[in-house]
């Protein structure tokens, strides 16, 4: 028990006592609630029926700040959104409830978005309503006051990536050797693990950073389109076309582009791509003969093993050379899990519940469930849990039933030692096996059969040979 706690004899016991304040003009409903709640036993009730009222027992001593609020919306000289927001103001954290009319929706919403953790419409349908809302208000309050918060780092929420593993930290160093240069970076790494937010950082440390930063994904555009996307197109180059079309290329001229999944790109776009990477560094839009300067840094990334490709000559070499002229590598977030803490104080800074309610906290069960996890779908996959357990949690404190991991992931797992006790045949074992790290691979690839091969090491027609044997 704190020092500070409200206490209450109870025969030859002493008891915590919640204090609960009720900021409401109407005093019949004042009463009515103060009744209810009185009835219910081992609470301290106070009421007030102003706003300036509320807020002078509100921000006052800590000691003497209530547990809960009852706040009406409607007030003589203020409304609850002027309390709530001067309570964020001032960094209080106080459960707050609202009571409105039935008819105040857009009220509601701003409320909760203000950090409000439940509303009571009025009249009231009985005691049970809100004695149920008081009750959850105070589980949340005693969840705040009695679970250990984690000790996450104070971060600057502007930086694109974070780390303070010695992993990372290599990373910063060559982003600090490399920047400044106009060499062209391969960036290497699973799917997930922020290859595009490293690009992003080197060029926001490079001297092109007050121009373009341009993002284009290879394998989100279909073959037949690359080309006029990457180099432009003249009017009437291909059907529909009315008009000139600038490419990415110019439009990134003196600035950066960045090259996602280079290692999706045809064989064809990858001739053409080569032509620019070489001195003059000149691309043709489609439809003409005319060569067009370009001055653009390029930075590729793949998730690919592009030596790999180049051996089985889906890769063309020279372009390869060309590319890794600085390779960097972007580890998985499993190799280096002593950055978690860091990674969740920057989603958190980034999601919040609302933009008006400051960001949520985790305690520290919750923090060491983030650690034990292997993480294949990498930092994404992280951030992603963040943004689930801020929505699960209201944007308040962040408990581990809040962390939801394998119900969305699908862990497979294959417990060999059951299989031969009970008399499962070799053949069926291995079956299984197979069938389950296709699925992994892939739900890894986002359902792409070609990378699913090239993550399994066979190639491709061997890939759907065994898919479809498998039922997949």
């Keep these: 028990m704190q020092p500070d706690e409200a206490t209450q004899r109870v025969g030859t016991m002493t008891v915590d006592v919640d204090r609960i304040l009720v900021v409401e003009d109407d005093e019949a409903i004042r009463a009515l609630l103060h009744a209810w709640l009185e009835d219910e036993g081992h609470f301290q009730m106070s009421e007030v029926g102003m706003g300036d009222e509320a807020l002078t027992i509100l921000t006052g001593p800590v000691a003497q700040r209530p547990d809960l609020v009852l706040l009406d919306h409607y007030l003589p000289d ?100 490399v920047a400044r240069t106009p060499s062209t970076i391969l960036i290497t790494g699973e799917t997930g693990t922020g290859k595009s937010k490293l690009a992003e950082t080197i060029h926001q440390s490079s001297d092109r950073r007050r121009n373009q930063f341009i993002t284009f994904n290879c394998a989100g555009v279909p073959e037949t389109l690359l080309e006029a996307a990457l180099f432009g197109a003249e009017k009437g180059a291909y059907t529909g076309l009315d008009k000139t079309r600038i490419g990415y290329f110019e439009t990134a001229n003196k600035g950066t582009i960045f090259l996602d999944e280079i290692g999706e790109m045809s064989l064809t776009t990858q001739t053409k791509l080569l032509k620019v990477l070489q001195p003059p560094h000149q691309i043709v839009r489609l439809g003409s003969t005319d060569t067009i300067d370009v001055d653009v840094r390029v ?51 980034l999601h919040r519940f609302s933009p008006t309610t400051p960001e949520a906290t985790i305690t520290a069960e919750a923090l060491e469930k ?79 059969h070609g990378r699913s091969a090239t993550l399994l090491s066979l190639p491709l027609a061997d890939f759907e040979a065994l898919r479809t044997e498998l039922g997949l």
């Design 299 to 349: 930075i590729a990334a793949t998730n690919k093993n592009l030596p790999l490709e180049v051996q089985e000559h889906r890769f063309r070499q020279d372009l390869y050379y060309r590319l890794n002229v600085i390779t960097m590598h972007m580890p998985p977030l499993r190799e280096h899990k002593n950055d978690i803490p860091s990674l969740v104080a920057h989603f958190l800074k």
């Design 370 to 448: 983030l650690e034990a996890y292997d993480w294949p779908g990498n930092v994404r996959e992280l951030e992603n849990t963040i943004q689930r357990a801020v929505a699960l949690s209201r944007g308040d404190l962040i408990l581990p039933e809040h962390i939801i991991l394998s119900a969305n992931l699908e862990r497979l797992t294959l417990d060999v030692t059951q299989r031969v006790q009970s008399g499962t045949a070799l053949a069926d074992i291995v079956q299984e096996a197979q069938g389950m790290a296709i699925r992994t691979a892939l739900r890894l690839s986002d359902g792409d």
């Design 78 to 177: 203020m409304d609850s959104s002027q309390i709530q927001q001067e309570l964020l103001n001032q960094g209080i954290d106080i459960p707050v409830i609202l009571i409105t009319a039935r008819s105040q929706v857009q009220t509601v919403i701003k409320s909760m978005q203000l950090g409000a953790i439940d509303y009571l419409h009025k009249p009231f349908e009985d005691s049970s309503v809100v004695l149920d809302a008081v009750r959850k208000g105070l589980h949340t309050a005693h969840l705040k006051r009695d679970h250990k918060l984690a000790d996450i780092p104070e971060l600057d929420p502007s930086e694109k990536i974070v780390g303070q593993s010695p992993a990372m930290l290599e990373i910063f160093k060559t982003i600090g050797r």
